[in-house]
């Protein structure tokens, strides 16, 4: 029963409209349950790039101003500007808010790859270095090849792979491999990384690949630190003295 009275009266209170409001200390109260009014916040410009956050620095844009703001690089894809000063509720504006576009489609890493595509993951998802030739070629040959036996001693592994009836060899293959997949802003050097590059063989006799990350998550620690330093040297460079916090 008492329930029942507690929920009436909320309904009439409900009915009511509307509840008032007082000042306390310069903020402003509902007067049931006592609820902040918030102010408004800033609607954050978006960009999808590390020059287009720059920019809107250099041309400061009202909040924009070096004495108001300060540069927080939340994470490998993510750095906003937000203002020095919070609100009357510590809440900080963010005025510029820049995200790595399409970041999530890159190299799928633990997934097995059929040799064509394992190939075409390596030329448009990675950077070219010298690590990234040789899986090329060690790729290339796997492609029309059937996989017939490997040694594995749980770091490199030695397969055997036989073509038609013509060609037959042994590859030994690499590990780890350090690479520099696409994973940041694309202003900045990409980090380098290890990986496991393993050998699957199918049900058909033909050869899967795959790569699994090594570093336990460094990399993005890396990123963080070089997006930070790109952006303080590019602020620099503009005599903008706004702070960088990574």
């Given at each position: 029963m008492d329930r029942m009275l507690v929920e009436f009266v909320e309904k009439i209170e409900e009915l009511a409209g509307p509840a008032p409001t007082i000042v306390v200390d310069g903020q402003e109260f509902h007067t049931r349950q006592l609820r902040p009014v918030m102010a408004p916040q800033v609607e954050p410009v978006k960009v999808n790039t590390l020059t287009g956050l720059v920019d809107l620095l250099k041309a400061k844009v009202e909040e924009f101003e070096p004495g108001g703001s300060l540069v927080h690089v939340e994470n490998f894809d993510s750095v906003k500007v937000i203002t020095r000063e919070s609100?009357?509720?510590?809440?900080?504006?963010?005025?510029?808010?820049?995200?790595?576009?399409?970041?999530?489609?890159?190299?799928?890493?633990?997934?097995?790859?059929?040799?064509?595509?394992?190939?075409?993951?390596?030329?448009?998802?990675?950077?070219?270095?010298?690590?990234?030739?040789?899986?090329?070629r060690l790729v290339g040959n796997l492609k029309s090849a059937e996989l017939r036996t490997a040694e594995d001693d749980g770091v490199s592994q030695i397969a055997t792979l036989r073509a038609g009836v013509h060609l037959a060899g042994e590859e030994k293959i690499p590990n780890p491999v350090s690479l520099c997949p696409w994973r940041t802003f694309r202003e900045i050097t990409q980090p380098e990384s290890l990986f496991v590059f393993r050998l699957h063989g199918g049900d058909d006799g033909l050869p899967s690949c795959s790569l699994l990350e090594a570093d336990g998550g460094k990399w993005k620690l890396d990123a963080i630190q070089a997006v930070a330093k790109w952006l303080d040297t590019e602020l620099r460079a503009a005599q903008l003295t706004i702070p960088v916090i990574a």
């Open positions: 609100d009357g509720w510590q809440r900080r504006d963010c005025l510029v808010h820049a995200t790595l576009k399409n970041h999530g489609e890159g190299f799928h890493f633990g997934q097995k790859y059929g040799a064509e595509a394992f190939n075409i993951a390596l030329q448009t998802l990675f950077v070219d270095r010298p690590t990234r030739a040789e899986l090329l």
